[in-house]
């Protein structure tokens, strides 16, 4: 997905929703790890394995036993490490740099990039076979813009508590092209958040460049196409238990039965 789009993000989910959410979860950011000292970084090294290590280390497929890590931007990682996260993945175990037997590794790998790896193949800056060896299940985050009624679904969970938009201000959301996707709007709503005049956020708090509000007709629909699939999504969590549905939407009984009904859920 595009920068932005909400890899880590997801990568996160993942983590928890995994056998090995008690583990840690490592992000890694490919394209800004030291040329130099990539391979140590990821890998670990030996005392006198290169100038200036003065002690044995472990790398961060090391230190993440357990758990998951994650690699993003990694059609920015070098052809050598390349062929050694291969290893980590075919093999499970790692070889320090300056030493000679490998060592048993135990980690769940994500990665991530906004290129493409098919092209890099061809180009032949992306090594064929661990490309093979990574797209055993492939997901594309949409940039925001293609995402619709989400806008204000990730809105919502990135508020603040006690914090809430007015409807001029979700029209404002759902009529902007949000070029820095989910890190724009995330962003976003935390500097409108606190500078906003009290618990409503308004148009005027939101700092959008060339932002118009989408027409109100688009609006309408898409807040009921919001409403609708948080009140659906809720009742299947609860597997249609309407009392603790209305409770986890802080709504009485009454009022979420009226909601099915104006929404067409039953």
Same mark, same amino acid.
């Given at each position: 997905g595009e920068s932005g789009t909400?890899?880590?993000?997801?990568?996160r989910h993942l983590h928890r929703s995994s056998p090995r959410s008690?583990?840690?979860?490592?992000? *890694?950011?490919?394209?800004?790890?030291?040329?130099? &000292?990539?391979? @140590?970084?990821?890998?670990?090294?030996?005392?006198?394995?290169? =100038?200036?290590?003065?002690?044995?280390?472990?790398?961060?497929?090391?230190?993440?036993?357990?758990?998951?890590?994650?690699?993003?931007?990694?059609?920015d990682l070098p052809g050598a490490a390349q062929g050694m996260l291969l290893? *980590?993945?075919?093999?499970?175990?790692?070889?320090? &740099?300056?030493? @000679?037997?490998?060592?048993?590794?135990?980690?769940?790998?994500? =990665?991530?990039?906004h290129k493409s790896l098919e092209e890099m193949v061809r180009d032949r800056s992306f090594r064929q076979d661990l490309f093979f060896r990574l797209r055993v299940g492939i997901l594309h985050l949409p940039p925001l813009r293609e995402?619709?009624?989400?806008?204000?679904?990730l809105a919502e969970h990135f508020l603040p508590s006690g914090h809430r938009l007015s409807p001029p201000a979700r029209a404002v959301l759902l009529g902007y092209g949000w070029p820095g996707n989910v890190r724009e709007l995330k962003n976003v709503l935390s500097?409108?958040?606190?500078?906003?005049?009290?618990?409503?956020?308004?148009?005027?708090?939101?700092?959008?460049?060339?932002?118009s509000p989408a027409p109100e007709a688009d609006y309408h629909q898409q807040?009921?196409?919001?409403?609708?699939r948080l009140v659906g999504d809720t009742l299947k969590a609860c597997q249609g238990n309407r009392a603790e549905a209305a409770r986890r939407l802080g709504l009485t009984r009454q009022a979420l039965s009226y909601l099915v009904r104006q929404l067409r859920l039953a």
């Amino acid at each position: 997905g595009e920068s932005g789009t909400g890899k880590e993000l997801a990568a996160r989910h993942l983590h928890r929703s995994s056998p090995r959410s008690d583990g840690p979860f490592v992000a *890694v950011n490919c394209a800004a790890l030291s040329e130099t &000292l990539v391979l @140590s970084d990821l890998f670990g090294h030996v005392r006198g394995a290169f =100038t200036g290590a003065d002690r044995d280390r472990a790398g961060i497929f090391e230190s993440a036993r357990g758990g998951t890590v994650f690699l993003d931007e990694i059609g920015d990682l070098p052809g050598a490490a390349q062929g050694m996260l291969l290893r *980590v993945l075919q093999e499970q175990e790692v070889r320090r &740099l300056g030493e @000679s037997l490998p060592r048993k590794v135990d980690v769940r790998v994500v =990665t991530a990039t906004h290129k493409s790896l098919e092209e890099m193949v061809r180009d032949r800056s992306f090594r064929q076979d661990l490309f093979f060896r990574l797209r055993v299940g492939i997901l594309h985050l949409p940039p925001l813009r293609e995402r619709g009624r989400d806008v204000l679904l990730l809105a919502e969970h990135f508020l603040p508590s006690g914090h809430r938009l007015s409807p001029p201000a979700r029209a404002v959301l759902l009529g902007y092209g949000w070029p820095g996707n989910v890190r724009e709007l995330k962003n976003v709503l935390s500097v409108a958040s606190a500078l906003c005049d009290g618990a409503v956020i308004e148009p005027d708090d939101l700092d959008l460049e060339d932002a118009s509000p989408a027409p109100e007709a688009d609006y309408h629909q898409q807040l009921e196409s919001f409403r609708r699939r948080l009140v659906g999504d809720t009742l299947k969590a609860c597997q249609g238990n309407r009392a603790e549905a209305a409770r986890r939407l802080g709504l009485t009984r009454q009022a979420l039965s009226y909601l099915v009904r104006q929404l067409r859920l039953a």
